[in-house]
């Protein structure tokens, strides 16, 4: 069975920092580019980050960029993203995705192959 499952997730204060993974079992993710993206409560889901697997390229949202960091390691079968200085508009349920294919593509959730079920990120003092 194909699965993606997300952890890491949690309740932080303003200027905190966590760390989300992404581990995939089934499948490999040598094959794919892997995005995170996030839902609000009453918001549509938007992509934050994304990286490929070919040379190793990241894509980041200008409200994340300089404090969010994605990184993958194809022998833990395992993505990351570091989130740093974390915002209360940071709140969220958080993605991982699966884009089959070397770069990633455009941050539109029917652009991705395989999701997981999400973590809820909550920003709160």
């Known amino acids: 069975q194909l699965q993606l499952v997300e952890s890491g997730g949690g309740l932080v204060q303003p200027g905190g920092s966590l760390r989300l993974s992404c581990a995939a079992s089934?499948?490999?993710?040598?094959?794919?580019?892997i995005g995170w993206f996030r839902q609000a409560p009453g918001k549509e889901r938007e992509g934050v980050s994304c990286?490929?697997?070919?040379?190793?390229?990241?894509y980041y949202a200008d409200s994340v960029k300089g404090r969010f960091t994605i990184s993958r390691d194809n022998a833990k079968n395992t993505v990351y993203l570091r989130m740093n200085s974390l915002k209360p508009e940071d709140t969220a349920v958080y993605y991982c995705?699966?884009?089959?294919?070397?770069?990633?593509?455009?941050?539109?959730?029917?652009?991705?192959?395989?999701w997981g079920q999400g973590t809820q990120v909550t920003v709160s003092s």
């Open positions: 990286i490929s697997n070919s040379d190793g390229s990241t």
């Open positions: 995705a699966a884009a089959y294919g070397s770069s990633c593509p455009a941050p539109i959730i029917y652009e991705y192959d395989y």
């Open positions: 089934g499948f490999t993710l040598d094959y794919y580019a």
